[in-house]
T-cell receptor, first 109, second 113 residues
């Protein structure tokens, strides 16, 4: 069973395109974590949000708690954005995050 | 601050060998985690420690043991490695508060032949 589902699994885009990655969840969460993992690299936190929208540079994350859905948008995509993007639900109680399987993004110059 | 550090970065073992993966954090976090990451399966929790002196099983604990040596260090031990344990292992520590954020180490790429 997957408490957190991401779509698409794989995404290829041309440089400059607007990109959207979706995350839906079926469990109660208090907040959602977006993470980025470059090929062969570690995992870094991009956003943590519990409501509304957050923006950092060209990245925008939104969440709708009632609809149990979050999106990560990348504006003016660049090859250096190529990475795996992972969403993780932070549970209302307990210590175990619910991780999606990730979206692999490739941005072509 | 180094954040979360892991050693080693790479390791090759033969079936049946044992090894310990080390993890340390300097952010004074209470909670620490060990995950494995396999292609197409995302991050799966092996064990976690909510505080010094406590450990709990996660989703895939079989074949592993852990030790929370002190608040900073959380080690993962493979007593008798199997090829199915070939994976990338990540340690993480977590903030405390209303919305918890996890910080990850650089990972250990383990191959069991």
């Amino acid at each position: 069973k997957n408490e957190v589902e991401q779509s698409p699994q794989n995404l290829t885009a041309q440089e400059g395109e607007f990109i959207t990655i979706n995350c839906s969840y079926s469990v109660g969460i208090s907040a959602l974590h977006w993470l980025q993992q470059h090929p062969g690299g570690g995992i870094v936190s991009l956003f943590m949000l519990s409501s509304g929208k957050k923006k950092h540079g060209r990245l925008i994350a939104t969440i709708n708690i009632q609809e149990k859905h979050s999106s990560l948008h990348i504006t003016a995509s660049h090859p250096r954005d190529s990475a795996v993007y992972i969403c993780a639900g932070i549970p209302n109680t307990g210590n175990q995050f619910y991780f999606g399987t990730g979206t692999s993004l490739t941005v072509i110059p | 601050n180094a954040g979360v550090t892991q050693t080693p970065k790479f390791q090759v073992l033969k079936t049946g060998q044992s090894m310990t993966l080390q993890c340390a954090q300097d952010m004074n976090h209470n909670s620490m985690y060990w995950y494995r990451q396999d292609p197409g399966m995302g991050l799966r929790l092996i064990y976690y420690s909510a505080s010094e002196g406590t450990t709990d099983k996660g989703e895939v604990p079989n074949g592993y043991n852990v030790s929370r040596l002190n608040k900073r260090e959380f080690s993962l031990r493979l007593e008798s490695a199997a090829p199915s344990q070939t994976s990338v292992y990540f340690c993480a520590s977590q903030t405390s508060g209303m919305y918890n954020e996890q910080f990850f180490g650089p990972g250990t790429r383990l191959t069991v032949l």
